[in-house]
Every structure is written in C-alpha cells, then in structure tokens.
C-alpha cells in the first residue's frame, strides 16, 4: 500500500504550499505583534498602546504675534496709504 511517485510529489507539494502559507500568517502576525498600533480613545489619537510611560511635551508660549517685523512694515504702509488720501 504505498504512494506512487505522483502522489508523493503532489502530497510534497501541498504540504510545500501550506508552510509557505503557515509562515506568510506568523510573519504577518508577528509584524503587526511588534509595531505599534494607532489607537483612538476618548477622541484623542493615541501612537502606541505605551503612551502612559511617555513623559509630557512642553512647548513655552510665543509671543503673540509672531512677525513682528512684518506688522511694522504692514503698519507702516497702511500710514503713507492714509498720507496719501
């Protein structure tokens, strides 16, 4: 009761295709396993599931307008404008 030499090579080859797959699956798994996914919660877009262990930015307040330069330059045509009416 053996395999002929066909059915061997067509068992060998279906059992090829499925490891090729099984391993396709775990990389795939793997991949997304080790990245960090996007996570919305509370309306807040969160980029890892370790957002809590981040320590918080501080961004100092600027000044209020912040091209000075151009604000004088702007206000100082607007007065010869005037002038010239």
């Known amino acids: 009761m053996?395999?002929?030499e066909k059915e061997?090579?067509?068992?060998?080859?279906?059992?090829?295709?499925?490891?090729t797959g099984a391993m396709l699956v775990l990389f795939v798994l793997a991949t997304l396993g080790s990245t960090g996914c996007t996570v919305s919660n509370s309306g807040m877009t969160l980029p890892n599931p370790y957002y809590l262990n981040?320590?918080?930015q501080y961004h100092p307040?600027?000044?209020?307008?912040?091209f000075p330069n151009e604000a004088a330059v702007?206000?100082?045509?607007d007065r010869e404008e005037q002038r010239a009416f």
């Open 2 to 4: 053996g395999f002929t």
């Open 8 to 19: 061997v090579m067509k068992i060998t080859k279906t059992l090829r295709h499925i490891g």
């Open 54 to 56: 981040n320590r918080p």
């Open 61 to 66: 307040r600027g000044t209020e307008y912040p």
């Open 74 to 77: 702007l206000q100082d045509a």
